[in-house]
C-alpha cells in the first residue's frame, strides 16, 4: 500500500532521516515512537506526500483519487465558521457524498451538541475532535495523525479512540505519532522506533524491551525505561 525505499531526507545540511525503509499494509495500525527530534514529523509528512525525500523512494498504491487523510499538530480548521459548516465545506471539498459516514462520525466523536457552536469558541479538546473529523471526512485508505491528542481531556481522548479503532477494524490503515503512552496501549499498534532519523526497529509491544534497543540513543533509552515501568 505504502512502501519507503532508503529514504532519506535532509534540510539546511542537516540530516534529518537517513535510509529508512518499511512498507505499510492495508488495515495496520503503526505508530512512529521514538524522543523529540528523532525524524517522526519528517517522516509522516512525508508519508502523506506533504515533504519529498532528498533520496529513496515513496511508493503509494490505492484505489482512491484521495486515499491520504493528514491530521497535523496544529489545529487546520476555520475558526470563523460553525462546526455544521465546517464539515459541510470539506465534505464537499473531497466529494465525501456518504452522509451515513458523516452522521457516524458525529455520534462517535460526540459532535452533535457542537454543531452550531464557532470554531473560535471551542474548548481545545474540541478542536481536536474537529480537527480529527476533517481530516478523515472524505474516508481516506490511510490516516495520518501528528500528535492528535495533544491537549484533550480524558472523555475526549477516549471517544477519538474509539472511533479510530473502529476504523481500523474495518480496514482503515492509521499511522500516527503520540507521546501519550496511553493512546499507545489503547491502539496496540506496530511500533516503529525512530532515533536520530534511523529506523531501529518494528516490533509490538508484548515484544519492546530496553534490551533489545541497545544501539539507542540516551534519550530514547530514558524515554523507554519510563514506559516500560507503567
Not at 492495508?26 to 515512537?33: E, H, P, R, Y
Not at 479538546?125 to 481530516?135: D, E, P, T, Y
Not at 505519532?177 to 532519523?197: A, F
Amino acid at each position: 500500500m505504502l512502501t519507503l525505499k532508503e529514504v532519506d531526507y535532509r534540510k539546511n545540511r542537516k540530516t534529518l532521516l537517513s535510509n529508512v525503509s518499511g512498507t505499510i499494509e492495508q488495515g495496520d495500525c503503526i505508530t512512529l515512537f521514538g524522543p523529540n527530534g528523532a525524524g517522526k514529523s519528517t517522516l509522516i509528512k512525508i508519508m502523506a506526500g506533504l515533504s519529498r525525500p532528498t533520496s529513496g523512494q515513496r511508493i503509494l498504491e490505492a484505489k482512491a483519487k484521495n486515499p491520504i487523510g493528514y491530521v497535523p499538530q496544529q489545529i487546520a480548521i476555520m475558526e470563523g465558521l460553525i462546526v455544521r459548516d465546517q464539515l459541510t465545506y470539506y465534505q464537499k471539498l473531497t466529494k465525501q457524498k456518504s452522509s451515513e459516514f458523516v452522521d457516524e462520525m458525529i455520534q462517535y466523536l460526540g459532535l452533535q451538541n457542537i454543531l452550531g457552536k464557532r470554531v473560535e469558541r471551542l474548548s481545545g479538546g474540541m478542536k481536536r475532535k474537529v480537527n480529527l473529523a476533517v481530516g478523515l471526512i472524505h474516508q481516506p485508505e490511510i490516516l495520518l495523525l501528528d500528535e492528535a491528542f495533544v491537549g484533550v481531556d480524558l472523555a475526549a481522548k477516549y471517544d477519538m479512540l474509539a472511533w479510530l479503532k473502529r476504523l481500523n477494524s474495518q480496514g482503515m490503515t492509521i499511522v500516527f505519532i503520540t507521546h501519550d503512552w496511553d493512546v499507545v496501549h489503547h491502539l496496540d499498534p506496530i511500533l516503529w522506533i525512530l532515533d536520530e532519523g534511523r529506523l531501529l526497529a518494528k516490533t509490538d509491544l508484548l515484544s519492546l524491551s530496553r534490551q533489545s534497543l541497545t544501539n539507542g540513543s540516551r534519550s530514547l533509552q530514558k524515554m523507554l525505561d519510563v514506559n516500560l515501568q507503567r
